[in-house]
């Protein structure tokens, strides 16, 4: 059962920023990746910095790339725990796990908004513009959406296209379906339903 919602809480910034740089030259520090198997999910590759979680993979390919083979690791303890008590359908906000992730100043304005989005809940891509302060800037806030390292954790599934229509995600449309119906939404075909109509739907 999912626990209850505190909608004005803003995430703990326990992130580690660095300047914009190729995603290999960002494992500055490496520990090298671990798995995560969600339950009707699939596997996640974790991607671990000295100062945090850098990367979520959906493959393992990726993940190889960016630290090594023979540098598979345990899942820390706490983000184990987060991932497990999220993918049991509680509103798990992941303050808890520290981040060591790369990107510009206005890619991490994205990001920090993105983790105030509450659980269960979508915007679209015109409102995150709204809220980051860009409201011209959908594209470019669309595509700092993309470039988020640690989807879940940064919830980037929650942002929907024009008309509440799905739109895409780095895991694939199958995997934000997913991750939205966990959360309680209702998807009909590549509509999502969230429980009140927003002002900025049809942008």
């Not at 993940?63 to 090594?68: C, D, M, Q, S, T």
């Not at 083979?69 to 993918?87: M, T, V």
């Amino acid at each position: 059962m999912a626990a209850t919602k505190n909608k004005n809480a803003t995430p703990t910034k326990r992130i580690t920023p660095h300047a914009s740089t190729p995603r290999s030259e960002s494992i500055t520090r490496p520990l090298g990746f671990s798995r995560y198997a969600a339950k009707g999910f699939g596997t996640l590759y974790l991607v671990h910095n000295e100062g945090g979680l850098a990367f979520i993979e959906f493959d393992l390919e990726p993940a190889v790339r960016l630290v090594g083979r023979r540098q598979e690791i345990e899942c820390p303890a706490p983000l184990k725990a987060a991932l497990d008590r999220y993918f049991r359908g509680e509103d798990e906000r992941f303050e808890d796990v520290a981040l060591d992730i790369s990107g510009t100043d206005f890619q991490r304005r994205v990001w920090e908004e993105l983790r105030r989005i509450p659980y269960g809940e979508v915007i679209s891509y015109g409102e995150l513009a709204e809220r980051v302060g860009a409201p011209t800037a959908t594209r470019a806030v669309g595509n700092a959406n993309s470039k988020n390292p640690v989807p879940i954790l940064i919830p980037c599934h929650r942002v929907v296209a024009v008309g509440m229509r799905i739109g895409g995600y780095t895991g694939g449309v199958r995997r934000k379906v997913d991750l939205l119906r966990l959360e309680g939404l209702q998807v009909d075909g590549d509509r999502v339903r969230r429980k009140s109509p927003g002002l900025f739907d049809q942008r």
